[in-house]
């Protein structure tokens, strides 16, 4: 499986000649989500979900299609009739010839005073890649490439190392990182291949990695 970091929460997954692309949202690059076969959304907020990205899409591709929790899907399915999945937590479905699990319910907290939306998070092939999308989700089962959210309103650096120790992946990758500066990467870098427990990596949006 070949895996491409893109913009902030984004990632492009390929295999046999299929494509899944997961969180194309307003931080990620305009054609993130061209050429794909599936779409995967973790939740509402702008930088993973972008209605203007999916819509081109999905007009790209006839055959393309989304699966999402519902609040996204209660945006855009009007407009593609059939296309527009909605999922839940214990849901599992194949998408682009990938067999997908969904775990979670809700985002983290940002602050007591603000109400929570939900938030899903996609187990791609049985573990080989898990998304947790805005929340610190562990799945019921190994993980071997765990995407880390290292960065957001919601979270701090001890808070992902000791998420990354309790899913226990064989390795990570740096996602929800666009505000992060280059002066800070070094710093999380260090942190979380020194303290983790787990191979880690950061890659560049547009680098790729075999998986």
């Known amino acids: 499986m070949k895996l491409t970091k893109k913009a902030h929460a984004c990632v492009r997954l390929e295999k046999e000649g299929r494509t899944l692309v997961l969180d194309p949202g307003a931080f990620t690059e305009e054609d993130a989500a061209l050429g794909a076969e599936a779409i995967l959304v973790t939740h509402e907020h702008p930088d993973h979900f ?34 527009v999945h909605t999922v839940g937590h214990g849901d599992a479905f194949t998408a682009a010839g990938f067999d997908i699990q969904v775990h979670g319910e809700l985002h983290a907290v940002i602050h007591p005073d603000l109400p929570r939306v939900t938030n899903v998070g996609f187990l791609v092939d049985d573990g080989r890649v898990f998304h947790p999308g805005d929340a610190l989700t562990v799945p019921d089962r190994p993980v071997e490439t765990l995407l880390a959210p290292v960065q957001a309103p919601w979270n701090k650096i001890a808070e992902v190392i000791e998420y990354v120790r309790e899913v ?20 999380y870098d260090m942190h979380l291949g020194n303290l983790g427990g787990a191979e880690h990596g950061r890659l560049a949006p547009g680098a790729s990695a075999r998986i």
């Not at 226990?168 to 710093?187: E, F, K």
């Open 168 to 187: 226990g992946p064989r390795r990570v990758y740096d996602i929800h990182d666009a505000l992060l500066t280059d002066l800070a990467r070094p710093i």
């Open 50 to 83: 972008s209605e203007e990205r999916l819509r081109a899409a999905l007009e790209a591709d006839p055959a393309a299609e989304i699966w999402t929790l519902a609040s996204v899907a209660e945006k855009i399915a009007g407009a593609f009739p059939g296309r």
